[in-house]
């Protein structure tokens, strides 16, 4: 279990529409000395999960059947929403087992890290309610695939291991995400869309710990800055990677997280109802919609220190609100 004292954070809730400034807001934070960042911010040394590296995944192995005359699986195109949003459910159990190999340092080995990203696909997918769908495919076909993508699966393995502390005093868990609607929606959203729906799917560890940060930018807003930070050459990259427009406008063209603030049973908290249980996971709203936070995409030597000192103000007054409805056992 994470040894923090009981004024740190043990898990953020990163949550924001794409390009809004999560990435932004976490490198910021990474440049605080550490004893400021815990007296002034509640946030300890940040250990990382995010379901982004296996969206990309998704799309790869779609590519890869692409290739070789396979039907793809996941995504109809490149530039093409999900099949299901209910998958929405496979990324989340996906990071409740990043969350559980994390907590106890599970180091797997194996010979084949694709082989094994395909079965971890597929058994988040049962768990979510879905088919799985890689152990349908043809052995040989399988085999093709692990085959091509072996190297990003290892690397993506390896990555996970090597975010593994030596302990866990005075450590903060930070899940990044983002979930959305179709542009023009009404709330609440509907399932698979929105925070609700994926909020449920999180394995009580985390929802009896957790806490929202939220970022607020416009949806258009959204989308400018999306194509703006898109690198075509390095589309695996969390910094860099841009979402497709028509993924833009039909998984990310509204969101949900101010509506559930506003009908939440408790005030400055989300009301998350999941297998049974009731959770108040306390929230913030980092309102970004002048946009504070691109300027700190440069390096941190050329950040001037009234900016700095501006945007720390504007994300204590954040993450004290948060404090304030935060309860640890």
Not at 9 to 29: I, N, T, W, Y
Not at 88 to 93: M, R
Not at 149 to 159: G, H, S, V, Y
Request: hydrophobic residues 35%.
């Amino acid at each position: 279990m994470l040894n923090n004292s009981k004024d740190l954070f043990d898990v953020v809730l990163l949550f924001a529409l794409p390009a809004s400034g999560k990435s932004e807001v976490r490198h910021l934070l990474a440049n605080v000395p550490e004893e400021k960042l815990q007296k002034e911010f509640h946030f300890g040394e940040t250990l990382q999960l995010d379901d982004f590296p296996y969206v990309h995944m998704m799309r790869r192995i779609d590519m890869e059947c692409e290739k070789i005359g396979q039907p793809r699986i996941y995504y109809s195109g490149d530039e093409s929403p999900v099949y299901d949003a209910h998958d929405n459910a496979t990324l989340i159990e996906l990071i409740n087992e990043d969350y559980h190999d994390l907590m106890n340092r599970n180091i797997i080995t194996t010979d084949s890290a694709a082989q094994l990203l395909f079965d971890r696909f597929d058994s988040a997918s049962i768990k979510a309610g879905m088919p799985a769908r890689m152990a349908a495919l043809d052995e040989n076909v399988r085999n093709e695939l692990a085959h091509r993508l072996e190297k990003e699966a290892r690397d993506l393995l390896n990555e996970k291991h090597k975010g593994y502390p030596e302990n866990f005093n005075n450590k903060t868990i930070i899940f990044e995400a983002a979930r959305g609607g179709k542009d023009g929606s009404s709330m609440p959203l509907t399932d698979p869309d929105g925070y609700q729906f994926s909020l449920r799917y999180l394995c009580p560890e985390i929802l009896r710990k957790a806490v929202i940060l939220y970022i607020q930018v416009s949806p258009e807003e959204s989308r400018r800055k999306n194509f703006e930070r898109s690198d075509p050459n390095d589309p695996g990259s969390i910094l860099n990677h841009g979402v497709p427009l028509a993924v833009m406008l039909n998984d990310y063209g509204c969101d949900d997280m101010e509506y559930l603030i506003s009908h939440s049973e408790v005030k400055d908290t989300v009301t998350v109802k999941s297998a049974g249980q009731v959770y108040h996971l306390p929230v913030g709203i980092f309102d970004n919609r002048d946009d504070k936070t691109t300027y700190f995409r440069q390096d941190p030597q050329n950040w001037e220190e009234e900016k700095v000192d501006q945007f720390m103000d504007d994300v204590k007054k954040v993450t004290d609100l948060i404090y304030k409805n935060y309860k640890k056992d």
